[in-house]
């Protein structure tokens, strides 16, 4: 940006016309002003507005409800009222947890009466209406009426500095509410200490969804206070319901500002003091939004795109935003942090370690999108694996906090690995991750960290992996979710035997590359689906492709008819299941036509976004519009590419049609708009879509452009007529990742109807 301004001001001395230039490249170089934070928080979206900087541990913000689904981040946009701020949570995920440290300014006499463990509200929440409310890449602002107070925070990596303008009152102050948490987990330990009038420290272990987290704050007030600590023991139903809270009081004269700034961390107390001293040394609230925001505009400069549709380039700019915000940063400023195994360690300060691996999702899109854009983050993400791998026994499937939840399927770990390595980024120890692999695929419930509770370990190590190695497929009514594992495994394997070429273990190479055969054993040609196969060789009946019980069935938050396609490795192979091209194109075009009607007796809420039975609101069915062009059929592609773009994500909060994922929504956005999409990460590939931007431009870490240049483009024009590469025409619609790393121009010329041979 600086060379930019530079060179505007030297062409203004002698051209003046180019002033309006410079003021127009400086405007839209500002890309944190397309970026919008309630795109999500409606709907099953889960994100939230929060004020954090790209990975940052601490995100202070809204929160609106406790408990439900929608509960997820804390904030939910139909709600109409906040209990206050807290300042961790997650991002689109499908659990939830956190909500720590909830602070809540107050006029008047505090209520903290408890209104039941199913209330959605605290007894001191405040109305507020969107009117009042703002936010922005790392900042956010509300007023609560109840109290006539306007909130404002930002933050730093792990530290926040919150803004409040009260009225004239002798009954001002603060609720820190430290048993407050989204949804309704056990606070174990809860601990508030007064080090003086203005200076508090306070600690947290609770137990959720992450079954042993901790957590320490470190907290100054820029005025001086009075103060009551609460504790108390509430019934909730059967069970009781332990109460801390920090009432702070003071007086204020109209239109006072008073400061809040705090630090947490995962350590100790003197790492959350540390961390604020650290990143927030004054009260300059201004100049702390500033840096944050240029944070953002760091990140979001990684990719240019021009067109004339504003919500198109504010859908993308969020996406953008929503791929940046995990995984977390979870070191301390002095590289210390909590490893998998619960204790502390210690690491490079400038090589943090971090947390909030939705690897599920994120293998498909999330993590291909940082290849691309920011390889070297990309490889952080593998060290910081690799640690967790050796201080818990085995790598992760989704790590939270440090500790394994063990949710979801598969061993996406190996597809990080050998889609990095395959794409030539290797700041990772190979050999380390080839061992971790291993470990994660074969079954051994041993060595696994003692810190992790026995109940979870058939969750971090499923008896599943057993059935693969012996029996060569998943028994179904042995192993819940048997074929979705038993296809994940196979893609996850077919990944180890990419490793093991890499180091040259041509034992495991070929072991593992016929694992990743294992897909055929659950496909029925009979009635052409993926299903589940008993022990006894027999399929599982009653079968009914459309049915989904979820996390209850063969299947993961899906159906027959949305995993039957998840052989992104051998797609080739799965063709020839089907009775080759002709046939495969017939079923897919059969998937985007049923009805949507799904059945079951509890349906997933995840499968959703329906065209036809394609569930583009849920990661299994991601890769799908692209099959079209193995099959030569490429205009099928482009148009369903097309439709999902236009219709299935908008510039509203409830502009999302699932669960953001920690990214992985967004980044399935980034890449189709932009006109591509790798379908297998491990082969460094991507298939030609339906490029949405007349021109997009992802700046490299190397200072080489990579350049896409849609001609001829509009909303009716969705079909490609060419593809030149380079100034040489592309015969299939397919490139290399060698291709982007080169530079160069990629420009596809658009037409208003289908082009079955492109020229």
């Known amino acids: 940006m600086n060379k930019i301004l530079l060179y505007f001001a030297f062409v203004v001395i002698s051209l003046t016309a180019f002033a309006c230039s410079s003021s127009k490249s400086e405007l839209e170089r500002d890309y944190a002003s397309y970026v919008n934070p309630f795109i999500g928080t409606g709907g099953h979206g889960h994100t939230h507005p929060a004020a954090i900087v790209p990975h940052g541990m601490i995100q202070p913000g809204p929160d609106t409800r406790i408990n439900g689904w929608d509960s997820s981040s804390g904030y939910y946009y139909n709600d109409s009222t906040i209990n206050g701020f807290a300042h961790t949570r997650l991002s ?110 306070a600690y947290k272990r609770s137990a959720y969804w992450a079954y042993n987290q901790q957590i320490y704050m470190y907290v100054v007030f820029s005025k001086p206070f009075q103060y009551t600590i609460y504790s108390d023991t509430v019934k909730a139903g059967k069970d009781k319901v332990a109460q801390k809270k920090l009432l702070i009081d003071f007086n204020t004269d109209d239109n006072e500002e008073v400061y809040v700034k705090m630090g947490i961390s995962s350590v100790d107390s003197e790492g959350a003091k540390k961390n604020l001293i650290s990143e927030i040394k004054g009260w300059d609230f201004d100049k702390i939004t500033s840096e944050a925001r240029e944070k953002w505009n760091n990140e979001l400069s990684k990719i240019d795109v021009k067109s004339s549709d504003e919500d198109w380039k504010i859908i993308f700019y969020t996406s953008m935003y929503h791929a940046n915000i995990s995984p977390n940063i979870f070191t301390d400023v002095d590289g210390r942090y909590r490893g998998m195994d619960l204790k502390i360690h210690s690491t490079d300060p400038n090589y943090p370690v971090y947390t909030i691996f939705s690897l599920w999702d994120t293998f498909r899109a999330l993590n291909p999108l940082m290849s691309i854009i920011e390889p070297e983050m990309n490889e952080a993400y593998i060290r910081s694996l690799l640690k967790k791998g050796e201080e818990g026994g085995i790598v992760p499937k989704w790590d939270c906090a440090a500790n394994y939840t063990g949710c979801m399927i598969g061993y996406h770990f190996v597809s990080l690995v050998a889609d990095a390595y395959t ?245 399935w956005y980034i890449l189709n708009s932009m006109g591509f999409y790798q379908v297998a990460p491990g082969r460094p590939v991507y298939s030609i879509g339906r490029p949405l931007f007349d021109e997009a431009v992802i700046h490299q870490p190397s200072g080489k452009d990579f350049v896409i240049k849609t001609i001829n483009n509009s909303k009716k024009n969705k079909y490609i007529k060419r593809i030149n590469l380079n100034g040489k025409t592309l015969s299939t619609p397919f490139f290399t990742h060698g291709d982007i790393v080169k530079g160069g121009t990629l420009e596809i010329e658009m037409t208003d109807f289908p082009v079955k041979e492109v020229k």
């Open 92 to 201: 689109g995920t499908g659990c939830a947890d956190f909500g720590d440290f909830l602070i809540m300014p107050t006029v008047g006499d505090k209520d903290i009466r408890f209104l039941g463990a199913e209330s959605q509200s605290r007894s001191y929440a405040s109305t507020y209406s969107h009117e009042k409310e703002k936010a922005e890449p790392g900042y956010y602002s509300v007023f609560l009426d109840r109290y006539g107070i306007n909130a404002e925070m930002t933050a730093t990596e792990r530290a926040a500095i919150h803004r409040y303008r009260f009225p004239k009152s002798d009954k001002a102050g603060f609720i820190l509410d430290l048993d407050y948490n989204i949804q309704p987990q056990t606070n174990l330990e809860m601990d508030v200490k007064v080090i003086n009038d203005s200076t508090v420290a």
């Open 423 to 667: 794409k030539g980024y290797k700041n990772f120890d190979m050999n380390k991750a080839m061992k971790a692999a291993l470990r994660a695929a074969e079954y051994d419930t041993t060595g696994i960290t003692p810190a992790a509770p026995k109940w979870i370990y058939p969750y971090i190590m499923p008896k599943a992996r057993y059935y693969k190695e012996k029996m060569g497929y998943i028994p179904s009514e042995l192993e819940n979710e048997s074929v979705a594992k038993g296809l994940e495994y196979a893609y996850n394997d077919w990944c180890i035997s990419i490793m093991a070429d890499a180091v040259g273990d041509k034992a495991n190479k070929e072991k593992y590359a016929g694992y990743a055969k294992a897909y055929r054993e659950y496909f029925d040609p009979e009635t052409g689906f993926m299903r589940g196969k008993k022990s006894n060789g027999e399929w599982r009946t009653p079968f009914n492709p459309r049915s989904s019980n979820h996390r209850n069935d063969d299947y993961c938050e899906g159906t027959a008819w949305q995993w039957t396609w998840f052989v992104p490795h051998d797609i080739a192979g799965l063709v020839n299941l089907m009775g080759g091209e002709d046939k495969f194109a017939a079923k897919l075009d059969s998937l985007f036509s049923v009805s949507s009607k799904l059945e079951g007796e509890e349906t997933s809420a995840d499968i959703s976004g329906l065209i036809g039975q394609y569930a583009h609101g849920n990661e299994p069915s991601h890769h799908i519009t692209h099959l079209y062009n193995y099959v030569n059929r490429p205009w099928k592609t482009q148009e369903l590419v097309d439709s999902v773009l236009q219709n299935l994500y908008s510039n509203a909060p409830d502009g999302l049609s699932g669960n953001e994922d920690c990214g992985q929504m967004s980044a």
